[in-house]
């Protein structure tokens, strides 16, 4: 059974840091790409990163491009967001997220809250 499990989140401050953790588990998690997608409230959601599975391909979108950064440690079946320089509207619920085996089956984690606020 494909399990994603995130961690990390909590209240922080405009300006500060969190990091973010995906603890996969129930596929060959360095074969497939992962990605973190967020939901502000009252929006929809919104793609924040990507990663590759040997990590040589990193895709973002310029509202999070040189805050956020995605890592993976394939060791740990783990997938990573570091955000820095956070602001208000990075509010949102994080959610990992990856498509898994030959049908590209999607699969979400339960999501973990950040709140950026003073």
């Known amino acids: 059974e494909v399990q994603l499990v995130e961690s990390g989140g909590g209240l922080v401050q405009p300006g500060g840091s969190l990091r973010l953790s995906c603890a996969a588990s129930?596929?060959?998690?360095?074969?497939?790409?992962m990605s973190w997608v967020r939901q502000a409230p009252e929006k929809g959601l919104e793609w924040v990163s990507s990663?590759?599975?040997?990590?040589?391909?990193?895709v973002q979108p310029d509202s999070v491009k040189g805050r956020f950064t995605i890592s993976r440690d394939n060791a740990k079946n783990t997938l990573y967001l570091q955000m820095n320089s956070l602001k208000t509207e990075d509010t949102a619920v994080y959610y990992c997220?990856?498509?898994?085996?030959?049908?590209?089956?999607?699969?979400w984690g339960q999501g973990t809250q950040v709140t950026v606020s003073s």
């Open positions: 997220n990856g498509r898994v085996g030959a049908m590209e089956d999607e699969y």
């Open positions: 129930g596929f060959t998690f360095s074969t497939y790409p």
């Open positions: 990663i590759n599975g040997d990590s040589d391909s990193i």
